[in-house]
């Protein structure tokens, strides 16, 4: 069991920046290929980045390649979303989410862990 819990969303204005923290409990952070979807009001929820157990492959969504960058600290059971150049159609509960998977999981499906979310709300 892996409990995660995110934290650092709130209101930006557009082309602003914020970092998304993920805080896993538990001995086996490192264990687990990290996350991160976010879900907008009347959609679905997406993929926006991913991290291997190592965090030395990543994967992004092509909607936010150049402006968001996710990282880790196996040490700290930390995962972070680092988000720059932020625009209104990023607006969304953002979630972080944990997958035993050995690579760098995409699919909602290979995620065995998920947190609450957190709110990013950018305005014009």
């Not at 930006?12 to 998304?20: H, I, K, M, N, Y």
């Not at 687990?32 to 990543?58: H, L, N």
């Not at 059971?77 to 690579?103: F, G, H, Q, W």
């Amino acid at each position: 069991q892996v409990d995660l819990v995110e934290v650092g969303g709130g209101l930006v204005q557009a082309g602003g920046s914020l970092r998304l923290s993920c805080a896993a409990s538990g001995r086996t952070f490192s264990t687990y290929a990290m996350g991160w979807f976010r879900q907008a009001p009347g959609k679905g929820r997406e993929f926006v980045a991913a991290i291997s157990r190592s965090g030395g492959s990543t994967d992004l969504a092509d909607s936010v390649k150049g402006r968001f960058t996710i990282s880790r600290d196996n040490a700290k059971n930390r995962a972070y979303l680092r988000m720059n150049s932020l625009k209104p159609e990023d607006t969304a509960v953002y979630y972080c989410a944990a997958s035993r998977i050995a690579r760098v999981p995409f699919r909602l499906g290979e995620y065995d862990y998920w947190g609450q979310g957190t709110q990013v709300t950018v305005s014009s």
